[in-house]
C-alpha cells in the first residue's frame, strides 16, 4: 500500500489543522491505520491509531481530547483532525499503515511526512 499524507501547514497556537492520508491499493479497508509524528531532535513517536473497521482508536496521551483520528474506506483515506494546537505539537506527521490489526502497531508502510508548525 503507499500512503500520501496533506494537509500540514502553519497555524497559530489554539488553533487546529485536518490532515489527510490518501491510500492507495484496494485492501486499504483491512489496514490498520496511525498517525505519527517526529519533532525535531525527538524520536518518532505513535499519536493515534484507527481499526479497520473504526471501531477501536488508541490516542498518546499528550493528544488525547484534542486530537481525533477517524477514516473513510470508501475513498481510501484516514483523517486527523487536530485542535488546540500549540507549539509542542509542531513536528512532520507521518501516516503508516499496518496489517496485523492492533492500534498500537506494528506498522509497517509510511507516507512521506506532512510538516506542521505552531506558532506561539
Known amino acids: 500500500v503507499q500512503l500520501q499524507a496533506s494537509g500540514g501547514g502553519l497555524v497559530q497556537a489554539g488553533g487546529s489543522l485536518r490532515l489527510s492520508c490518501a491510500a492507495s491499493?484496494?485492501?486499504?479497508?483491512?489496514?490498520?491505520m496511525g498517525w505519527f509524528r517526529q519533532a525535531p531532535g525527538k524520536e518518532r513517536e505513535l499519536v493515534a491509531g484507527i481499526s479497520w473497521s473504526g471501531s477501536s482508536t488508541f490516542y498518546a496521551d499528550s493528544v488525547k481530547g484534542r486530537f481525533t483520528i477517524s477514516r473513510d474506506n470508501a475513498k481510501n483515506t484516514v483523517y486527523f483532525e487536530m485542535s488546540s494546537l500549540n507549539a509542542e505539537d509542531t513536528a512532520v506527521y507521518y501516516c503508516a499503515a499496518g496489517p496485523l490489526g492492533a492500534v498500537r502497531g506494528p506498522y509497517v508502510y509510511w507516507g512521506q511526512g506532512t510538516l506542521v508548525t505552531v506558532s506561539s
Open positions: 491499493g484496494r485492501t486499504f479497508s483491512t489496514y490498520t
